[in-house]
């Protein structure tokens, strides 16, 4: 095991600060990253390492396999998430191989998750800060929100709250988002692809 094993993962969930985005699409990173808060028993803090909240603590199975977490909430709008997150990163000594984003995803369909490292922004603004910053070479969980209907702009869709049917499944499907963090977290992203990219 090397010393970068030992090294904590530092979790951010994208989204919008503010209370008139809490239930948007584009916000699903943060309703993941809420979730795991509440399993961890704490609550987000403003961090000194600037424009961001985090909460500290552990993941899995105490003794057996629980991994060191840093939550992370960036508390800048999307499109300027980077700094935030490149500000935790050099706070606790990391780089970009110990960062996992959960964010909102549209060419995947309502609920469907897929993990992977690295790769491209697909337009998505909140990754395109953070990959101007750090470059590409970090862990998603990519949390499928769809396609807009219609001729309905994307901007106009992701800033959205969920529909009335969609909010039915949502919990359900944030918590599986929660355990497929877990999972990468603590047993590495092919054994979470194997169990969570349906």
């Known amino acids: 095991m090397t010393a970068a094993d030992n090294a904590p993962w530092l979790i951010a969930g994208l989204g919008n600060p503010g209370r008139e985005y809490a239930g948007n699409r584009h916000n699903v990173g943060f309703m993941v990253a809420d979730l795991l808060a509440s ?3 704490g609550s987000f803090r403003a961090h000194k390492a600037g424009r961001a909240q985090a909460l500290e603590g552990r993941l899995g199975v105490p003794g ?6 840093v939550l992370a909430k960036p508390m800048a709008f ?6 935030p997150v490149k500000g935790l990163l050099d706070f606790y000594g990391l780089t970009a191989e110990r960062l996992i984003v959960v964010h909102d995803e549209l060419d995947i369909d309502y609920g469907t998750l897929r993990l992977k490292r690295g790769g491209g922004d697909n337009g998505h603004n909140g ?3 953070l990959t101007k910053v750090l470059g590409s070479d970090y862990y998603r969980v990519r949390f499928g929100v769809g396609r807009p209907p219609g001729r309905m702009q994307v901007a106009d869709y992701v800033l959205k709250d969920f529909s009335g049917p969609e909010r039915k499944e949502l919990d359900y499907f944030v918590d599986r988002a929660a355990d497929a963090v877990e999972s990468l977290a603590t047993e590495g992203l092919e054994r979470a692809q194997g169990t969570f990219n349906s």
Do not use: D, E, Q, T
């Not at 057996?64 to 977490?69: D, L």
């Not at 999307?78 to 700094?83: A, K, T």
């Open 39 to 41: 399993r961890l028993g």
């Open 64 to 69: 057996v396999s629980s991994h060191r977490v």
């Open 78 to 83: 999307m499109n300027l998430s980077g700094g």
């Open 127 to 129: 990754l395109k800060s």
